[in-house]
């Protein structure tokens, strides 16, 4: 099993990680949003609604 963020082979310690550093690159880019998933709103949502009317909900 290769690192996801550097390629290089996994230590157990850290594993699914090859080190520390990766883990926390991991990590971060989990806490600043990089790995969010797209999403449209469903209709009828209250951000939908808010748009419609104008009005902050």
Request: charged share 30%; hydrophobic share 25%.
């Amino acid at each position: 099993m290769s690192c996801p963020i550097c390629q290089k082979k996994t230590e157990k310690a850290y594993r699914p990680f090859c080190s520390r550093r990766c883990a926390d690159v991991d990590l971060g880019r989990w806490l600043n949003g990089s790995y969010a998933i797209p999403a449209e709103d469903a209709p009828g949502s209250e951000i939908e609604e808010s748009k419609e009317d104008g009005l902050p909900h």
